[in-house]
């Protein structure tokens, strides 16, 4: 499609030019040319509102300077077939039906490359998500941030940039402590002890878990002080919880290429290094014992402490050593999935980020909306297991990573997402990712049928000009647009624009045979040049499903 654009461009600019030249119009600059995709196919296939634009530098209504451009326009008739003027001045352009009937040809010369593209050139991204606690298991919404971020890598590296996926393991906080205490509370309550449950402790069945793998797995426990056992609880109950969640992970199918961990930025002196950069900067100051960042100086609502003065570093200290860090190892572009109560805290990481003399521009954030569990429209009971949340393992057990990852992506990240369980576990067409994926499937049979029938392929050289029905023009349609499509959900980190578009050419897809009762048979049929330009549609439309599923890291079955 942006070959086309460009072509389409350069035409309008030449008719612009003979207009002036026998019209006497003056020169005039020409804008950045918008396209849109008409709702309807009387419409054209696209349409561009340019003549609302030089409307004020040419002095002249945009319905007139439309006319006159589509007097001048000499279209190429093997890629226009007509324009026509809509509106107060909307050129809409028809595209010839032969641009669209070699898209089939050209999904598959390019096969799995279909849709990729060098935009990035190489450049170096960072995509960090997840980066849940180690102190409990992973929820529903820790899954819709790890199929976003997962989705996102996969575009930009579709796209042509370096990407990294990393999980920052927050295991020097707070939190991690409270874990500690929580674990050891309940093995002392296991011995019989009476004991005081800490407050803001975590309540799940699984820190009992915790408490009673470690008492058959460290027996000296119970010799250690208080002060000792706590801190070996909250080590091995961190580490425990961490494994979990790897394999939760890894059973949802997505990877990491980095585990950074929150302590390593202490011992590698990687807090004190930030400092002396704000120090040396001017941009720290003294408040009683403790010392603070000038924040507001870059943007921030005020500034902020980093050391309190009890010597303790404030969790913001760790975050901007962690993102110093991240800059160091070379990355260009900086992407954090965080969950939607984290607004607050852009403006005062990308002042830090400015303040160590970087671009805070780097840093892209991107905030996620909850997820709302429910089982035929109702909401879901909390896990037992965990006391607070749905877990991500008792979705993905019971409706499997592939309906989970899709659904996740239906909605933007800002967006509440409802998850129906039983939708999710339907095998028919009320399922979104069943729908998509039956479309791969039924591709497949298309082609063991043919084969059947002794019409063998690849059809890549089949006369493509037998595509004339209306359904068959609208799917290659489809088929053109993926690769700008991918484009787009790249740059603007939206995987689910893909979602959409996929279930956009199954329908287009199923609905195809479903007009024609007998398509399948209309597909291969005693016209053996027909069947094979039918077949060469049908091989396409797998090769694009199978390619925007595989982004998704979603399987696209050859049977269901």
Request: hydrophobic share 45%; with cysteine.
């Amino acid at each position: 499609m942006e070959r086309l654009k460009q072509h389409l461009r350069e035409q309008l600019l030449s008719a612009l030019a003979r207009v002036r030249a026998e019209q006497g119009w003056p020169v005039a600059e020409l804008p950045e040319m918008n396209w849109e995709y008409p709702p309807e196919a009387r419409f054209g296939d696209l349409s561009t509102p340019l003549c609302f634009a030089l409307a004020k530098q040419l002095r002249r209504k945009p319905r007139d300077i439309a006319s006159a451009l589509q007097a001048a326009f000499r279209p190429d008739p093997s890629v226009v077939d007509r324009v026509e003027v809509a509106g107060a001045g909307y050129l809409n352009l028809f595209v010839a039906k032969s641009w669209w009937q070699a898209v089939a040809g050209e999904v598959l010369a390019a096969g799995r490359a279909y849709g990729r593209a060098d935009l990035g050139q190489g450049r170096r991204v960072q995509v960090e998500f997840v980066s849940a606690n180690p102190t409990g298991p992973l929820h529903v919404g820790h899954g819709r941030g790890a199929a976003l971020g997962d989705a996102i890598a996969s575009l930009l590296q579709a796209m042509g940039y370096r990407v990294e996926r990393e999980f920052y393991i927050n295991d020097a906080g707070t939190q991690v402590r409270l874990l500690g205490e929580s674990v050891w509370a309940r093995y002392r309550e296991a011995r019989g002890e009476q004991v005081v449950f800490p407050e803001n402790g975590y309540h799940g069945e699984y820190v009992r878990e915790v408490a009673a793998r470690l008492a058959e797995t460290v027996p000296a426990l119970a010799s250690l002080t208080a002060e000792q056992a706590v801190g070996l609880c909250a080590e091995e109950g961190a580490r425990i919880l961490l494994e979990e969640v790897r394999a939760d992970l890894r059973a949802f199918g997505v990877g990491f290429d980095t585990w950074f961990s929150e302590k390593s930025l202490f011992q590698n002196g990687e807090i004190e290094r930030a400092l002396a950069t704000l120090r040396a900067g001017g941009y720290l100051y003294e408040d009683g014992q403790a010392i603070g960042f000038r924040a507001s100086e870059f943007g921030d609502e005020k500034d902020r402490i980093l050391i309190r003065s009890t010597g303790e570093p404030t969790y913001f200290t760790s975050d901007i050593a962690y993102h110093a860090n991240k800059i160091r190892r070379g990355f260009q572009r900086l992407i954090n999935i965080w969950g939607a109560d984290h607004g607050g805290y852009i403006p005062r990481v990308k002042a830090a980020i400015h303040a160590l003399g970087h671009d805070p521009e780097i840093l892209q954030v991107i905030l996620l909306q909850m997820v709302r569990v429910l089982r035929g429209g109702q909401p879901v009971p909390m896990s037992k297991r965990s006391g607070q949340f749905v877990e991500l393992r008792e979705v993905v057990s019971e409706v499997g990573k592939d309906a989970a990852r899709f659904l996740f992506l239906t909605r933007r990240s800002e967006s509440q997402l409802d998850f129906d369980i039983e939708v999710a576990k339907k095998q028919s067409m009320e399922n979104p990712v069943y729908y998509v994926q039956y479309a791969h499937a039924r591709s497949c049979s298309m082609a063991k049928k043919a084969e059947e029938a002794g019409i063998l392929g690849p059809f890549a050289g089949a006369d493509l000009s037998r595509l004339t029905l209306p359904e068959e023009l609208a799917i290659l349609k489809q088929l053109a647009i993926y690769p700008e499509l991918v484009a787009g959900a790249a740059q603007a980190c939206e995987p689910h624009r893909l979602t959409a578009f996929l279930q956009e050419l199954a329908a287009m897809f199923h609905g195809y045979f479903t007009r024609y009762k007998d398509s399948e048979e209309r597909v291969i049929s005693e016209d053996r040049e027909l069947s094979h330009a039918r077949l060469a549609m049908v091989a396409a439309v797998r090769q694009v499903v199978a390619n925007g599923l595989g982004l998704l890291g979603v399987a696209a079955p050859e049977r269901m």
